[in-house]
């Protein structure tokens, strides 16, 4: 599916996806600048807002993985269980999406913003602390699949890429701060890429063109 977009607006975006690439490789959420975009800049529906954005994702998280992967950071046991749950997220977020009207979707992505907006000037005036410590094995585990389908839902709903929450919530479980960006890289992927499939499945991610 092609869509019109004037020339400001494709420089926008192209932008905001530059600087959603950059906050996603160094602190984590970063996506969510690029669907913010969609839904504000042009008229596409919820689903092709949250599609198209996963799309723009993927060679970026990819990227990013294979940078972490090089420099040892990614702990793969629970960048594995995670992305995993994530992936399977995605399917329930994209069914959901199907009954959110687009208003009521840009309600649900203004509150998320707001939230990452807050979580970020916690981290930075005051250290976000773990909650409690996940380990690597047993039941702990499972704390780690709910986290995934936590951001393979939220995913498939909006078109977030999975960023935005995985970055905080690997925090609040015990995993240090650079693994865990490294974790989201391998995270993202999956996200995007499942969340991408699904809803090219609907016809609902678009190729932008200039008018």
Do not use: H, K
């Amino acid at each position: 599916m092609s869509f019109a977009l004037g020339t400001g607006i494709l420089l926008a975006l192209t932008l905001l996806s530059f600087l959603g690439g950059i906050i996603v490789a160094t602190i984590g959420p970063g996506g969510i600048l690029i669907v913010t975009g969609l839904y504000l800049l042009t008229s596409l529906s919820s689903a092709e807002v949250a599609g198209t954005s996963s799309a723009t994702f993927t060679v970026g998280a990819i990227l990013g993985s294979l940078v972490y992967a090089r420099s040892g950071e990614i702990d793969w046991r629970v960048a594995g269980v995670v992305s995993a749950a994530a992936a399977a997220g995605t399917w329930i977020g994209v069914q959901a999406n199907a009954y959110l009207s687009r208003e009521l979707y840009g309600l649900i992505l203004a509150a998320l913003l707001a939230a990452v907006g807050c979580n970020i000037l916690y981290r930075e005036y005051r250290d976000l602390e773990p909650r409690f410590r996940l380990g690597r094995s047993g039941l702990d585990l499972v704390g780690f699949v709910g986290i995934g389908l936590v951001i393979g839902v939220f995913g498939g709903l909006l078109g977030i890429g999975g960023a935005a929450l995985s970055a905080p919530a690997l925090v609040l479980v015990g995993v240090p701060m650079l693994a865990t960006i490294a974790i989201t890289q391998v995270v993202v992927v999956f996200t995007a890429l499942f969340t991408t499939a699904n809803y090219l499945l609907l016809d609902a991610v678009v190729s932008p063109s200039s008018s």
